[in-house]
Structure formats: C-alpha cells, structure tokens
C-alpha cells in the first residue's frame, strides 16, 4: 500500500500516512488531532531485476554529462 507524507500547518508536524492510491488526495488529520495538513511530494524508489548494479545503467564514464565538455 502506498504511503504519503503529510505535513500539518498548525503544529508543523510531518507525519506519514499508508492508504490506497484512489485516496491519496482525501485529507489527513495529524497525529495531534489539527485538521490543516498539505500533502508533501515525495521521491520514488524503483527497483528492478537485474545484474550487481540492480538494474541501474552504469554511470557515463567523464562526470556529469558524459565527459564531452571536460565537467
């Protein structure tokens, strides 16, 4: 089940909040009862099968952008 971060604006509390995807835009009360909570975008890990590397491509050798500009 999908889980969604939540931070309350009364209290400034973050907190997390495990429920189906059709209800990830429903509201979410704080853990200390305040009602004005906003959803917080969060990053997403994706696994995969795959070989040592996990299924994540190998870096391109040179720095960020492939060593063409010398970065």
Avoid: I, W
């Amino acid at each position: 089940m999908p889980r969604y971060d939540f931070r309350c604006r009364a209290c400034g509390a973050t907190f997390e909040v495990n429920r189906p995807m059709v209800q990830a835009s429903e509201p979410a009360a704080c853990p200390q009862g305040h009602r004005d909570t906003v959803k917080l975008l969060s990053t997403v890990a994706v696994t995969g099968r795959g070989g040592a590397s996990g299924g994540a491509p190998a870096p391109a050798a040179g720095g960020c952008c492939g060593g063409a500009c010398g970065c």
